[in-house]
């Protein structure tokens, strides 16, 4: 989570969130059986309201990328899952849980 949040009473709380993105491999790789790969990222809340999509080509995650959104959390106990993967292969390889904690003198 990224700055302070915005606190809109009735409408829930919008929270400014940075994911960095990235391979953990030596050598980016940039072709899967013939194809360029692409990273698919996806952010959603708890109650399934996707927050954030995106595709990226492999060729412009050689150093990471951080993939900047907002999104607005409408209960305290909800959080935003996040999931990577690369499109050729097709299964996600990856899962991030932001779970902010906010302390809130007012309702939602």
């Keep these: 989570m990224m700055g302070q949040p915005a606190i ?6 919008k929270v400014n969130v940075r994911s960095e993105i990235g391979f953990m491999n030596e050598k980016v790789p940039l072709l899967f059986a013939k ?19 995106c ?4 060729k412009k995650l050689n150093n990471g990328q951080d993939i900047l959104f907002s999104a607005t ?5 909800q ?15 990856a899962f991030e849980l932001c ?7 007012s309702r939602y």
Excluded: Q, W
């Design 35 to 53: 194809k360029a790969v692409y990273v698919c990222f996806l952010a959603e809340t708890t109650d399934g309201k996707k927050v954030h999509f």
């Design 73 to 77: 959390l409408t209960h305290p106990a």
């Design 99 to 105: 779970a902010p904690m906010l302390m809130l003198h």
């Design 8 to 13: 809109k009473p009735g409408e829930g709380v």
């Design 79 to 93: 959080s935003i899952n996040c999931y990577v993967m690369c499109e050729e292969i097709g299964k996600p390889t």
């Design 55 to 58: 595709r990226i080509s492999a």
